[in-house]
């Protein structure tokens, strides 16, 4: 399904949950098919404290993380200033990339304080999951997002209906 809507869902409870986001609010979920240009965003996901961006997540679905994708968010991070950048993706980084994706990243923590993470899809979600204090609630905001989507194709809404079906009748 959706992974930005996955993430979206749990940064809905753990802003709630883990106090390093106390004071932080989430902003809407804008389009999650729209270039980051054309939405005018750090990230697909964008956390404030106050009025200033706290964290960008960015997710990449069909591309391995390369020195290009890691430049772009240090330019993200010049204009917008977080103080944390996600760059998550079901890819690997790119081997011969690696070298110039490090010095990258050292020179956004260095020169503008940012911590940039590069990290899998998969491997963020699990541990997210692990951080959230009741599954059923994730279950629940997920599958509104789902529901709610305008961006979804309705074979997926209903796809992920069938799928989830058994649950609803235990829950």
């Known amino acids: 399904m959706n992974q930005?809507?996955?993430?979206?869902s749990i940064y809905?409870?753990?802003?709630?949950?883990?106090?390093?986001?106390?004071?932080?609010?989430?902003?809407?979920l804008g389009s999650h098919?729209?270039?980051d240009r054309t939405s005018?965003?750090?990230?697909?996901?964008?956390?404030?404290?106050?009025h200033e961006?706290?964290?960008?997540?960015?997710?990449?679905?069909?591309?391995p993380i390369d020195a290009n994708i890691v430049r772009i968010a240090k330019e993200k991070i010049i204009k917008y200033n977080p103080k944390r950048y996600y760059i998550l993706s079901y890819y690997e980084v790119k081997i011969e990339d690696e070298e110039e994706i490090n010095k990258?990243?050292?020179?956004?923590?260095?020169?503008?304080?940012?911590?940039?993470?590069?990290n899998g899809i998969m491997?963020?979600?699990?541990?997210?999951?692990?951080?959230i204090s009741d599954l059923e609630v994730f279950y629940t905001i997920y599958s509104e997002l789902i529901n709610n989507?305008?961006?979804?194709?309705?074979?997926h809404k209903q796809k992920w209906n069938e799928l989830t079906l058994g649950l609803n009748h235990e829950l």
Not at 4 to 8: C, E, G, H, Q, T
Request: charged share 30%; net charge neutral; proline share 0%.
């Open 104 to 118: 990258i990243i050292q020179e956004a923590k260095e020169e503008h304080g940012c911590q940039i993470i590069v």
């Open 40 to 50: 005018k965003s750090a990230g697909d996901i964008e956390i404030f404290n106050k």
């Open 53 to 63: 961006l706290f964290e960008a997540i960015e997710i990449k679905l069909d591309k």
């Open 4 to 8: 930005v809507l996955a993430f979206y």
């Open 149 to 155: 989507d305008t961006e979804l194709k309705a074979i």
């Open 12 to 28: 809905k409870i753990i802003i709630n949950e883990v106090s390093r986001y106390n004071h932080c609010t989430l902003k809407a």
């Open 123 to 131: 491997a963020t979600l699990k541990y997210y999951m692990r951080l």
């Open 33 to 35: 098919t729209a270039s």
